[in-house]
């Protein structure tokens, strides 16, 4: 299949521009792939360090035997659901690895933070760091430099990007990712969301509101709506860093040993020593960001991956921003709807055809490379079929053997469609631009006939004065007086150097019952919405930040403000003389202070200090 015009344009351009970059890493990969492996060139009371706790099988066959040592580098804790199952991972992984003559090490653990218990409070100022701080962690844990391989056990938002960071500056590592899949499905997504709303106009109470967020979260495995954890699977699935088809499939099931084993067995597949050596620096060119981009937007995933992704690009020598997003949504179809640009969970979206659906019509479209190295020798078409556990069969291992087949036609076209027949003829994710800063919108979720909301500005210095607001019934009374009928909510000093950069999902719920009260409202600020961002239409990552002197900070409450998600346009509709003579305000001194405070941050001062802007990946090591 011929590559559609645009992709093969902005792969072109990410090409070119980032190739001095490139270059460089690749011969910094090169480098360090070449040299003797570690148990034969480090020293020898190093070399005792690092096996002495292993078994003395283990440590025959990796020092005299000159077995592959895999590195696994752990994201377990039981305080996220996601990551609960990834306890049992590791004595899995071993015996695998033990059964070919190999063997296999934590080389360490890497903190993982749940959004969803920290939403909302000071402790979500550090969501977006710990990114860093986790990319910081798998280098340590890697820079033991006694592997030949090395697995990365995560599944959720900040942890797959950080493991995939870390990972890139081993580059000369061969390298899998190992997910556990998400819970089963409890009490759906929209009646969860209508809970919310009703306690959020005072209609139910904390026991109610409590009782649905248990029936909706009540399992080991990801939260089932389409967030940054499951859109973190979906990338890696059309980047061909998993076993094929592992992304959704539920913990607890007899298929997810046997992948995770699966695992294990890929990885040796790729080491030095075999016939088909594939670090993952090399694996992770331009082509195969551009096909987790294109992934992204014909699912409607997660908006913090134009974060994500910048820095994940940059770890591989890689330059892309917000206009290649934008120009690829502009020609690839939105394939599928799951909560929240549809009703469908991510089982539901599993059962439909999953990502290998998506990743097959997108390939059949030439919205895809298909000259991409992956972790399996089939490439990326691998990625296109869906694994299938047979029967024990005399001879073979316990627990059946895996099989992948033809996944075929969509099984619920309200779920997935073909490209040829898509929901929308573009992508989930909108550039917005102007004299307000440059700004994405998650489109595939908002009504059509909200995609323009223009209305006078109300500006607020944090979410919580909001939420007072609404609580109060000022937002109410502002929209019922405008003559708009609606209200522009600006919440500003969020970005990465004001505070962190927080997702802001408690907005969610006042915001759409205004909507649902026929008003017509919208969000701008330079916080962070994540994959949650819903029907009402936001304008999120505005860049520069206020903090970092962006056109927010000269905003002032009744400022008409046009939000155009057609036109990709966000305005202050002030005159340009005016808007121009404006002073842009500074950051309050007390609320720099308060975020410096308390829950820990205080030792994140130098990441705020040295983060760069939202649209450059919020980089804190560059």
Request: with cysteine.
């Amino acid at each position: 299949m011929q590559l559609h015009p645009a992709l093969a344009a902005v792969t072109d351009r990410i090409r070119k521009r980032s190739e001095p970059a490139r270059r460089a890493y690749l011969a910094l990969v090169d480098r360090m792939a070449a040299r003797d492996r570690g148990a034969d060139r480090l020293g020898c009371a190093n070399v005792a360090h690092a096996f002495a706790g292993l078994p003395a099988n283990d440590k025959f066959r990796v020092v005299a035997e000159r077995a592959p040592n895999i590195a696994i580098v752990n994201a377990y804790n039981d305080m996220l659901s996601a990551h609960t199952p990834l306890g049992a991972y590791p004595a899995l992984i071993k015996d695998e690895a033990r059964r070919h003559g190999a063997t296999a090490q934590v080389a360490g653990g890497v903190p993982a933070m749940c959004d969803g218990v920290t939403q909302g409070t000071p402790a979500m100022e550090l969501s977006l760091f710990s990114r860093d701080v986790i990319a910081m962690a798998t280098a340590v844990s890697l820079s033991h430099d006694v592997f030949d391989a090395a697995l990365m056990l995560g599944v959720c938002d900040k942890i797959v990007p950080g493991l995939l960071i870390g990972a890139l500056h081993f580059g000369h590592l061969p390298t899998v990712f190992v997910p556990a899949g998400p819970m089963t499905s409890g009490l759906s997504n929209n009646e969860k969301s209508k809970v919310r709303e009703l306690a959020a106009q005072g209609k139910v109470g904390r026991a109610e509101l409590l009782k649905a967020e248990q029936e909706a979260y009540h399992a080991p495995g990801t939260c089932t709506f389409y967030g940054t954890a499951n859109s973190n699977q979906m990338l890696l699935e059309a980047m061909g860093l998993h076993v094929p088809g592992t992304a959704f499939v539920n913990p607890g099931n007899e298929l997810r040993e046997q992948l995770t084993r699966e695992a294990a067995r890929t990885v040796l597949g790729i080491v030095r020593t075999g016939q088909r050596f594939t670090p993952i620096g090399r694996l992770v060119d331009e082509r195969a960001i551009v096909n987790a981009m294109c992934a992204l937007l014909a699912t409607g995933g997660s908006t913090n991956h134009l974060i994500h992704w910048v820095a994940v690009a940059r770890s591989a020598g890689i330059a892309i921003d917000w206009d290649d997003f934008a120009q690829l949504s502009a020609a690839v179809p939105l394939l599928a709807r799951v909560y929240p640009n549809g009703s469908a969970d991510v089982n539901e979206f599993q059962a439909a055809g999953g990502p290998g659906f998506v990743i097959r019509e997108l390939l059949d479209a030439g919205l895809m490379h298909e000259d991409v190295l992956t972790v399996r020798a089939g490439g990326i078409r691998e990625y296109t079929r869906e694994p299938v556990l047979l029967p024990d069969l005399p001879g073979k291992d316990e627990g059946g053997e895996l099989q992948w087949t033809e996944i075929g036609p969509s099984r619920e076209t309200g779920v997935v469609r073909p490209a040829g027949d898509p929901f929308s003829a573009s992508g989930g994710l909108k550039l917005l631009t102007g004299n307000l800063g440059r700004s994405v919108i998650k489109v595939s979720a908002v009504p059509q006939d909200r995609h323009v909301i223009e209305a006078p500005a109300r500006v607020f210095d944090s979410q919580d004065e909001l939420l007072k607001a609404f609580t109060a019934g000022e937002l109410e009374r502002a929209c019922s007086a405008s003559a708009a009928q609606g209200l522009v909510c600006v919440v500003r000093w969020q970005g990465p150097q004001a505070n962190g950069m927080p997702e802001l999902h408690k907005l969610t719920p006042p915001l759409a019952v205004l909507q649902g009260q026929g008003f017509r409202v919208a969000l701008v600020t330079d916080g962070r919405m994540s994959g949650a961002s819903g029907k009402v239409p936001a304008a999120i990552h505005v860049s520069p930040e206020a903090a970092a002197g962006g056109p927010l900070a000269k905003l002032r409450n009744g400022d008409v403000v046009r939000l155009d998600a057609d036109a990709g346009t966000l305005q202050a509709l002030v005159p340009p003389a005016e808007w121009q003579a404006r002073e842009t305000q500074p950051m309050p001194e007390a609320l720099r202070a308060a975020n410096a405070q308390g829950m820990g941050r205080e030792l994140f001062g130098a990441f705020r200090r040295d983060a760069l802007l939202a649209e450059e990946g919020a980089c804190t090591w560059l």
